[in-house]
């Protein structure tokens, strides 16, 4: 199956002196402005960037554009991905919606992972902004699949340290409650709880389930958690990073909208 971008890029629009020459100004400078430039031309420069150079591409935009940068990108790439800023500043001591929370973890998550060359959106504000080191995330995540074994009360006290609350019924995200051999937890970055149940210490299965009536939805074969309390981490973390330090090395930096950002 031959992706979209990759349609694009054989079609022959590419294939033209402009673009040679360009690409040409980008290797050869440290830096280029394009001025009066439209917005379906900064996302087909941008893919041509992203598929000639094979680096990672960290655009930065404003809060005003970035939604519809991320919907004219997303048309022909499967590697786009954004990192959100936190909507309160870190000196006014509140916490983050869970929500963004979710999905900043899922989003530098899938940076460590991913071997493709990744296009990532992010404003000034979640650039500068301080987050947990590369190396420090991994332990603050849990990757579980069936037929795994974990030691089940080291798992209960895993989910506590990550920022997880127990009740008696999860009702919200950030929350998990136990029955016997049973976890029922709503991770941060997923949509759905999940419900995990154990056979001794391997895991049996996973489901997703229903909040309201509390009845088991889809199998699944692994769900991933992440961090619940970021604010908690990065208080004690020494040596904070920022989003750049999850890119490959030599990456290119593409300013949507210099003069606003």
Known sequence: MIDSKSMIYNSGIYKSRFF?????????????????ILDPEISFLTTFLN??????????????????????LSS???????????????????????????????????????KKNNLLICTLHSLLQKIIPSDVLKDLSLHLKINESHDFDNLI??????????????????????????????????????RIEFFSDEIESIRTFDLETQKSVERKKSVDIFLADELKFLKEEKNPANISSYLKDDFLVIFDDLYQV
Do not use: C, M
Not at 24 to 36: A, G, M, Q, R
Not at 53 to 59: F, H
């Open 51 to 72: 598929h000639t150079l094979k680096k990672d591409i960290l655009i930065i935009s404003t809060d005003r554009r970035k939604d519809l940068l991320y919907k004219n």
């Open 76 to 114: 022909f790439n499967d590697n786009l991905l954004e990192f959100l800023s936190w909507e309160t500043l870190p000196f006014e001591e509140i916490k983050p919606s869970l929500d963004i929370i979710g999905q900043r973890f899922d989003t530098l998550n899938k940076l460590q992972v991913s």
């Open 157 to 194: 006290k895993k989910l506590v340290h990550l920022g997880y609350k127990k009740e008696t019924l999860v009702s919200d995200k950030a929350q998990f409650a136990t029955r016997g051999y049973i976890i029922d937890i709503f991770p941060t970055n997923q949509d759905h709880p999940y």
């Open 20 to 36: 040679d020459e360009f690409l040409d100004k980008i290797k050869s400078k440290n830096s280029i402005l394009i001025d009066d």
